[in-house]
């Protein structure tokens, strides 16, 4: 899939996407309420807490949601495509892009895979086969 911009990184996104360089997923996690979060944010949502950490995610997840985009948003993206709303086994929950499957449903199990962005970053989606 082509993308017609790349991501943002700022100081609070910085160490996530560094990982992806490396195709780690990182997820915030909460030492003090003990809650992990995606996407990156200066604050827990859960307490309010500043003194988030970076831990590494499994990938692994089921599908709780998706739909399928026929027309793109705007030039650049091209349709069809299938959008997964995913419920990581630590909990927290990614939209990101079902690569490889016509078939979805709900309670799917699906692991990360990466998508490769001209700037040595990668974007996390999601596929029905493991080990892809």
Request: proline share 8%; aromatic share 12%; hydrophobic share 35%.
């Amino acid at each position: 899939m082509s993308y017609p911009y790349l991501p943002i990184e700022d100081s609070v996104t910085t160490p996530f996407w560094q990982a992806t360089r490396i195709r780690n997923l990182l997820l915030q996690y909460c030492p003090g309420c003990e809650h992990f979060q995606f996407y990156p944010r200066a604050l827990c949502i859960k307490c309010g807490e500043e003194g988030l950490e970076w831990r590494s995610s499994t990938g692994e997840g089921i599908i709780d949601s998706w739909t399928e985009v026929c027309r793109p948003p705007t030039e650049g993206f091209l349709a069809p495509y299938t959008i997964v709303r995913v419920r990581l086994n630590e909990g927290p929950i990614v939209l990101s892009r079902l690569v490889d499957s016509n078939e979805v449903s709900c309670d799917q199990p699906v692991w990360l895979a990466w998508e490769e962005l001209n700037d040595g970053r990668a974007l996390p989606v999601f596929t029905t086969k493991r080990g892809k």
